[in-house]
């Protein structure tokens, strides 16, 4: 049951922004609040590792709060630990009995090619959200050139019949964000608004007691995890047989610089077995936090409604 209601605090609408490093997540919200409460890169590395939240601010008389994710090709935090901080957001709203309104996955226009990263990011949102749920998904194509070059158009009509098909097939909708500003963003949530609000699968299935690992979301991330593992293993195996050859004539100069390679490759592969020891802990942490902000959202929106109403707002 949702505590919001129980309490009579009107619940605001909560949509969640996704896509990868770089896209215009934090722009979009800032443009949707119209503040800077959100900080930018225009360049990697990434200024958004955690989840974080906006305030709230209204389309259409509605109250709604954006929360920023970080991309899945974050150069500061790996994907095991972006797939623990979402999952302590989502299940923390799943705890509280409050849904999900839907979910904005930006993509830019620019992007010529389809790379891995992109391919990772798509195949995880579906993970996340379950394909039930994709009718609560909005993919918004942005950086467009104006007026929008051929190659452009082309690109869009191959993101519909191609990359994104399956997500528009099972309910997805594909908008352009051709300007920035707050008029174009609100339409973008506006088109959200009719939708009925829905819990996404991952918290669900963390719900039903499977441990994050064992999610479907969980499993696409440590396989890419074993893969770079046996990957890294196999040309640390090929290196040491290097070595061992200038061993035998005498290259000393060689085999340094093999050694200085090998020590690196090592510690790729510590790092890598990290993140999957990551994958299998507890996000107890995580959710205590998320319990506190969701808290104190509800505290500052108890202590508005009085104002709010004396000066003749309509809350929902």
Not at 87 to 109: D, Q
Not at 135 to 159: A, C, F, G, K
Not at 260 to 274: A, D, F, I, T, V
Request: net charge negative; glycine share 8%.
């Amino acid at each position: 049951m949702n505590r919001f209601e129980v309490s009579g605090v009107p619940e605001p609408h909560y949509i969640a922004m996704y896509g990868g490093t770089g896209v215009g997540k934090s722009t979009f919200v800032n443009d949707a609040t119209g503040t800077d409460s959100m900080p930018v890169g225009h360049d990697l590395p990434s200024c958004t590792n955690q989840v974080m939240s906006s305030e709230a601010f209204k389309v259409d008389g509605q109250d709604i709060v954006l929360f920023d994710t970080p991309g899945f090709d974050d150069t500061t935090i790996s994907d095991a630990d972006t797939l623990k901080r979402i999952a302590e957001f989502l299940e923390s709203m799943y705890r509280r009995g409050i849904k999900l309104k839907g979910i904005v996955y930006l993509h830019r226009i620019t992007d010529m090619r389809m790379t891995g990263a992109s391919a990772r990011t798509y195949r995880l949102l579906r993970s996340l959200c379950g394909a039930k749920n994709l009718t609560n998904v909005v993919i918004v194509t942005n950086m467009w050139s104006d007026p929008p070059t051929e190659d452009e158009l082309l690109r869009e009509r191959q993101l519909q019949g191609d990359f994104f098909k399956s997500a528009l097939d099972d309910g997805a909708q594909i908008m352009r964000r051709q300007h920035p500003g707050q008029q174009s963003a609100h339409a973008i949530l506006r088109s959200l608004l009719p939708k009925p609000a829905v819990h996404p699968q991952l918290p669900v299935e963390l719900g039903r007691g499977v441990p994050l690992q064992e999610t479907e979301a969980g499993r696409l991330v440590r396989a890419e995890i074993e893969t770079k593992l046996s990957k890294q293993d196999q040309e640390l195996k090929e290196l040491r047989d290097e070595i061992k050859l200038l061993v035998t004539e005498s290259n000393s100069k060689a085999q340094r610089e093999l050694e200085h390679y090998r020590e690196r490759k090592e510690r790729e592969m510590s790092l890598l077995r990290g993140q999957l020891a990551s994958l299998s802990m507890e996000i107890e942490e995580g959710r205590k936090f998320w319990e506190g902000q969701f808290e104190d959202m509800r505290t500052r929106r108890i202590q508005t409604m009085p104002l709010a109403e004396e000066q003749g707002k309509d809350y929902y």
